[in-house]
């Protein structure tokens, strides 16, 4: 038997301002949240070089900066659904956009460019989520509305060249994801199985995939990221955030108290970054040894 994880508290770190969080319809709300209002959705986050932490607004198309002072402030807003957002050396800003595709946005103009829409000469499914591969490519899940009913999700990978190709297909929901730093291997949560998968790479090609932690409860796994130790850290909406170790049994188990929709998450100075998404809020934990 597993020792039981332990409990720590998230407590809120930042809230979205009311003028930036009015609640309305969006197809977006209608298809995600059963014709709920929402006035929000954060997911994405992502640091820049100076501290800022970057988040996207997925119904509503925007992009917000929560400065190192704490203000909260508005860098592009445009027609998509952004989901995943990773700032990258130049201070630009790399989206996978579930309507346009792979996006790259400049954040001090707002201003938007469509990298990539289509794979293998079809549109593309919808993207979620983006890693950088330790090859120096980036690594896409490509998830649109699949799950175990029609597993047809895939993980994209886009070489340095920029060409586009298909890692592995037939996936239910493929959602968050992150290179193990210690084996030539890659996570993806895959949501509507309620697991994570394990992507054993040889040669760049994957071999032998399969479940390497199994969840129960809540919605399924969605956003990831490492510690500075290389474990594993899983959000699991409704439940919270999982921390592994490096066999992936259950260290401890990051949570809100009250209702909750923790969705994605980032680490900076061994300090946990969680959005909880339909409250507009980032929540934090230090991380605990």
């Not at 809230?15 to 954060?42: K, M, T, V, Y």
């Not at 460019?113 to 979620?128: A, H, K, R």
């Not at 956003?223 to 409704?238: E, F, I, K, T």
Request: charged share 20%.
């Amino acid at each position: 038997m597993y020792p039981a994880a332990k409990t720590h508290p998230l407590v809120t770190h930042a809230q979205l301002p009311a003028h930036f969080a009015r609640p309305r319809r969006s197809l977006w709300c209608d298809i995600n949240l059963a014709g709920h209002e929402a006035g929000c959705f954060l997911e994405g986050p992502d640091f820049d070089a100076a501290g800022n932490l970057y988040v996207v607004d997925i119904p509503f198309g925007r992009i917000f900066r929560l400065t190192v002072g704490g203000a909260w402030e508005l860098v592009a807003e445009y027609d998509g659904w952004p989901n995943g957002l990773k700032v990258e050396k130049d201070g630009r800003l790399l989206v996978t956009d579930f309507k346009l595709g792979l996006v790259r946005i400049d954040p001090a103009s707002g201003k938007h460019d469509v990298l990539l829409n289509e794979i293998e000469g079809q549109p593309l499914l919808g993207l979620n989520d983006l890693t950088w591969g330790p090859d120096g490519s980036l690594y896409c899940t490509d998830q649109g509305q699949t799950g175990l009913h029609d597993p047809r999700g895939r993980v994209l990978r886009i070489a340095p060249d920029s060409s586009a190709s298909v890692l592995i297909r037939g996936c239910p929901s493929p959602n968050g994801l992150v290179f193990d730093k210690r084996k030539p291997w890659l996570y993806v949560a895959m949501t509507r199985g309620n697991a994570v998968w394990r992507v054993p790479l040889y040669d760049g090609d994957p071999v032998k995939v399969g479940i390497a932690i199994q969840l129960s409860g809540g919605i399924g796994p969605d956003g990831m990221a490492l510690d500075a130790a290389g474990r594993l850290l899983v959000a699991h909406p409704q439940i919270g955030v999982w921390h592994f170790d490096t066999r992936n049994r259950p260290l401890a188990l990051y949570e809100v108290p009250e209702e909750n929709f923790i969705t994605n998450l980032a680490v900076r100075d061994d300090v946990l970054f969680v959005t909880d998404s339909v409250a507009g809020r980032i929540v934090t934990a230090k991380l605990a040894d």
